[in-house]
């Protein structure tokens, strides 16, 4: 992948910060289009510490927000974000935990 990727809908800049911490800078729309290309860009920063610049970043789709909240639950630090992306998140993270602690019906067979 070349630096700094960008689309039509999203451009991702890369920030090494010495040999353990890398931030991408997000900037634009994340969407499923775009969730490839970062998915693909955290791949090359395997053994270093990453964090994601949400600031520039305008609009985030509900599969994007569920992707990076459960990024931030392994340990990817999300910084930075309008009160939109902020909110999105923070619903995302409230469903994953609801998910969590909810039977999953499907297992039990109750199909109707």
């Known amino acids: 992948m070349t630096w700094p990727y960008h689309s039509a809908q999203l451009r991702i800049t890369r920030e090494d ?20 290309a970062l ?5 090359t920063c395997r053994g270093r510490l990453l964090a994601l610049d949400l600031s520039g970043l305008r609009y985030l789709d509900s599969s994007a927000a569920r992707r990076l909240a459960s990024w ?10 309008s009160g939109f992306i902020r909110e999105l ?24």
Request: aromatic share 4%; net charge positive; with cysteine.
């Open 17 to 36: 910060a010495g040999a353990r911490l890398t931030t991408f800078r997000l900037e634009g729309r994340l969407t499923d289009a775009g969730w490839e």
């Open 39 to 43: 998915a693909g860009a955290r791949e």
């Open 72 to 81: 931030r639950r392994e340990g990817v630090g999300l910084c930075g974000g």
């Open 89 to 112: 998140l923070h619903s995302a993270d409230r469903l994953a935990a609801d998910a969590r602690s909810s039977p999953d019906l499907g297992a039990q067979g109750g199909s109707r």
